[in-house]
Structure formats: structure tokens, C-alpha cells
């Protein structure tokens, strides 16, 4: 199920939704009011150990990131998930984001979905890296993060930066004991650190 989960609406029981660290409500300059505060809510449902759902935005114009260094987003997991991952260890769920122009040519940033919010850095310089490590490769699915914290990429096709119109958020049942049930809120998805002008960031959201 794919919904928005948000301040007004899930704050309460059973959800007890937050914000993300540092977000903040906007501020209705007129009355004064705060405005709602949303995040993207993927749930699944019995969801079996190999198993994945993704929720997908396909947008009307291509992005192109080429001139930003980082890619940032915040993601959620329930209080059932784990709170860390133990070295050694392998991830009872992975969460991941794919992006890149459709379904047969996309980047894909992988990583164990843990308990409470936890910013993700994507590092563009690490993807055209890896990218080029591909070309030697080509049998191997998923390259491991340069942070060595249980993240992994993937490569997809012949993607560019140049050219993102495909963005995918997804949850996949790695090792959860039994069949995963679950939500997974996803905020912020922004760019930063413009290379060749005075922006700081460009901000796009699900």
C-alpha cells in the first residue's frame, strides 16, 4: 500500500509519526498556523523472505543531476526493525531506491532498513566508480558502499545523471523471521552541493 503519512493524520496511535531530524513545519505567514508535515508511507503485507515491493514515480520531465555531488533522503523504519546492524551480520530487510530513466536502466542504492529515521548519502562520484567497475564485472549484481556499513549499489542498464525520470522506493524481505509486515515512511529527496553554481540544493519530493 502506498499512502502519505503525516503530522495531523498519524501522529497518534498506532503510527506515532515525527518529522525527520532538522525538518520542520512550514509556517503559515498568514495566521500563523503550521502546515502539515507528510512523508511517503510504503507498507507491505505478509510479505515473504525474497520478496520485494516498490512503490514508483515516473516524472511528466527528465532531472539532470549531472552538476550535484550528493544525493540525500531520509527513511523510517518501525519500531520491529532492528536498531543496528551488528558487524558480521546480514540485514533482516533492505530498503532501496532506484533511479535513472525506466525500468531497464536505473541506479539502484541499497541498505539495512533500521528503526527510526537515518539520513542516506549517495555519493555520485562513488556511482560513476562503480559504474565503470561494472564494465569489468558484469556478473556481479551488487557492488558493496565505500562506508562498508551494509550498503550496496547496483547498475541497471546504461543509466545517466543526465537523464533521471524513473525514482523507486522499495522494501525487500532479506531475513525477516516469517512473512514481514511492515512501514517504511521515505522524506526529502533532494540533490546538493551544485559544482558549478552558488546553489546549495535542489529539493524534490515524493
Same mark, same amino acid.
Given at each position: 500500500?502506498?499512502?502519505?503519512?503525516?503530522?495531523?493524520?498519524?501522529?497518534?496511535?498506532?503510527?506515532?509519526?515525527?518529522?525527520?531530524?532538522?525538518?520542520?513545519?512550514?509556517?503559515?505567514? $498568514?495566521?500563523?498556523?503550521?502546515?502539515?508535515?507528510?512523508?511517503?508511507?510504503?507498507?507491505?503485507?505478509?510479505? &515473504?523472505?525474497?520478496?520485494?515491493?516498490?512503490?514508483?514515480?515516473?516524472?511528466?520531465?527528465?532531472?539532470?543531476?549531472?552538476?550535484?555531488?550528493? /544525493?540525500?533522503?531520509?527513511?523510517?523504519?518501525?519500531?520491529?526493525?532492528? +536498531?543496528?546492524?551488528?558487524?558480521?551480520?546480514?540485514?533482516?530487510?533492505?530498503?532501496?531506491?532506484?533511479?535513472?530513466?525506466?525500468? /531497464?536502466?536505473?541506479?539502484?542504492? @541499497?541498505?539495512?532498513?533500521?528503526?527510526?529515521?537515518?539520513?542516506?548519502? $549517495?555519493?555520485?562520484?562513488?556511482?560513476?566508480?562503480?559504474?565503470?567497475?561494472?564494465? +569489468? &564485472?558484469?556478473?556481479?549484481?551488487?557492488?558493496?558502499?565505500?562506508?562498508?556499513?551494509?550498503?550496496?549499489?547496483? $547498475?541497471?542498464?546504461?543509466?545517466?545523471?543526465?537523464?533521471?525520470?524513473? $525514482? +523507486?522506493?522499495?522494501?525487500?524481505?532479506?531475513?525477516?523471521?516469517?512473512?514481514?509486515?511492515?512501514?517504511?515512511?521515505?522524506?526529502?529527496? @533532494?540533490?546538493?552541493?551544485?559544482?558549478?553554481?552558488?546553489?546549495?540544493?535542489?529539493?524534490?519530493?515524493?
Amino acid at each position: 500500500d502506498i499512502a502519505c503519512g503525516g503530522v495531523d493524520e498519524n501522529s497518534r496511535e498506532p503510527d506515532f509519526y515525527t518529522t525527520p531530524p532538522v525538518v520542520q513545519q512550514d509556517v503559515n505567514q $498568514i495566521d500563523v498556523s503550521t502546515r502539515n508535515e507528510q512523508s511517503l508511507a510504503l507498507t507491505v503485507k505478509d510479505l &515473504n523472505r525474497g520478496e520485494s515491493r516498490t512503490a514508483v514515480r515516473v516524472r511528466p520531465s527528465p532531472l539532470d543531476l549531472f552538476n550535484y555531488k550528493q /544525493l540525500k533522503y531520509f527513511v523510517h523504519g518501525s519500531n520491529d526493525m532492528d +536498531a543496528e546492524i551488528l558487524p558480521g551480520t546480514s540485514a533482516k530487510v533492505f530498503a532501496y531506491i532506484r533511479f535513472g530513466w525506466d525500468t /531497464l536502466n536505473y541506479y539502484e542504492y @541499497r541498505f539495512p532498513l533500521t528503526s527510526g529515521w537515518m539520513e542516506h548519502v $549517495i555519493e555520485f562520484s562513488e556511482i560513476s566508480a562503480i559504474k565503470q567497475l561494472k564494465g +569489468a &564485472n558484469v556478473n556481479l549484481p551488487y557492488f558493496v558502499g565505500a562506508k562498508n556499513s551494509g550498503t550496496q549499489f547496483g $547498475i541497471l542498464g546504461t543509466p545517466s545523471l543526465t537523464r533521471i525520470q524513473y $525514482i +523507486a522506493y522499495g522494501i525487500e524481505n532479506n531475513a525477516y523471521p516469517g512473512s514481514l509486515t511492515s512501514t517504511m515512511w521515505v522524506n526529502e529527496l @533532494r540533490v546538493v552541493q551544485a559544482e558549478d553554481t552558488k546553489a546549495v540544493s535542489y529539493t524534490h519530493l515524493l
